[in-house]
């Protein structure tokens, strides 16, 4: 309740630009509900129940709640939430029970692709995951293409500022695979010609890629 309420003040703060932002957790020092060792089990029970309930109460549905880990008689959301018919969720997932809440509950999904994957595993990884998340979608009688693709560039990972064609060649190929949003961190200082290469030279460019459907 406490992070619906927190998400419906920062809407009315914004102005309505407000973005949720879900998961599970992948990393040992990321804690759920202020415990970080956790069953992966547990995880995604708590993230499937967690988005159920935020999801209600950002569209006013302050109606009882009794849940596994959540329990409430009373709520109170008010004055509500300036985006309608709430803010705009996305969730991170990679395993199939975190991307069958991402079915039902994102505006957008996001996925970082796994553990040292050679670029060329990371994409085919990525893709079969999207594809499963066409499929759950469709289970549940919805139409894949309302979940926005989002892809985290981890620098552990994939090196985006490796040189000046990197970024501009991975967006596209995501691009091609129904991928709209590209969240990448910050360069290190010697990288930051190539970084200023790609916001200055290559992003212009990239905003006119024709749409693309989902992989």
């Not at 009373?74 to 969730?91: D, E, K, L, Y």
Request: proline residues 7%.
């Amino acid at each position: 309740m406490l992070v619906a309420r927190a998400a419906a003040a920062i809407d009315q703060i914004s102005g309505g630009r407000f973005e949720l932002g879900l998961g599970a957790g992948a990393f040992a020092d990321q804690a759920m509900g202020g415990v970080l060792e956790m069953p992966p089990g547990e995880r995604v029970a708590r993230l499937a129940e967690g988005a159920a309930v935020i999801d209600r109460l950002l569209r006013g549905d302050i109606t009882p709640f009794a849940g596994r880990f959540t329990r409430y008689e009373a709520a109170s959301m008010a004055p509500g939430c300036v985006q309608a018919p709430r803010p705009p969720i996305t969730i991170a997932a990679n395993g199939d029970a975190a991307l069958r809440v991402a079915a039902r509950y994102a505006d957008a999904w996001n996925t970082w692709g796994g553990f040292e994957l050679p670029i060329e595993e990371f994409f085919e990884a990525t893709v079969k995951r999207s594809r499963r998340l066409d499929q759950y979608c469709a289970d549940i009688g919805r139409d894949p293409s309302a979940v926005r693709r989002s892809l985290a560039v981890y620098p552990r990972f994939v090196d985006a500022w490796a040189d000046e064609g990197a970024a501009k060649g991975l967006v596209e190929r995501f691009h091609e695979v129904g991928f709209s949003e590209f969240v990448f961190w910050w360069p290190s200082e010697h990288q930051m010609p190539v970084f200023e290469h790609f916001v200055e030279d290559a992003i212009p460019r990239l905003r006119n890629l024709p749409d693309s459907p989902p992989a």
